[in-house]
């Protein structure tokens, strides 16, 4: 009987698990639009990718999943970018769309 419980609880946790980064993988993807629309990127693929998973600690000192995507954006419409999106539980943590070059002025003295 305990072994049984234990591999329906294993089973519960893991359908929770999937359940719950799918969830917060679309938010993560929902970010990211935003993100690239507001500095006028082009979001590629339409799609973020795990890069890692974690614990870790929220501002009220709960344990949560920390999870890392990766993303692919263009700039100029003919090269390929990466960023990146860290989320807590479901909270946007850090959107990085890394440095790019801009010219406002083509002169320097």
Known sequence: M??????????GALAWLWYDSVHVRELGLRAARRACEAE????LDDTV???SLSLAR???GRLRLRRAYGFDFSDTGNNRRRGSIVMLGEDVLV???GLRLVSSSPTLH
């Open 40 to 43: 006028d990127l082009q979001l």
């Open 58 to 60: 929220d501002d009220e």
């Open 95 to 97: 959107i990085n769309t």
């Open 49 to 51: 990718a795990i890069a």
């Open 2 to 11: 305990t072994l049984e419980l234990f591999g329906l609880a294993l089973f």
